[in-house]
């Protein structure tokens, strides 16, 4: 999953979207994304994640179940 993110975070399988209740730590500007670590599973991993701090670069924010 990180692989998918690092090369392509609009990889279909990480269903990436943006996410709206965490603040951007970088930029207050810019965008937060939730993407999928896994899918139909209980406790199913997500990924927070926003990019910068540099240009090209992905900062993860956090890995947590969904509940």
């Not at 910068?52 to 670069?57: R, V």
Request: net charge neutral; aromatic share 12%.
């Amino acid at each position: 999953m990180i692989r998918y993110l690092q090369e392509n975070p609009r990889h279909p399988s990480l269903q990436t979207h943006a996410f709206h209740s965490l603040e951007h730590p970088f930029d207050s500007a810019a965008k937060v994304f939730e993407a999928y670590a896994q899918n139909r599973t209980p406790g199913a991993h997500r990924v927070f994640w926003c990019y910068g701090p540099e240009a090209g670069m992905i900062t993860i924010l956090a890995i947590t179940p969904h509940p």
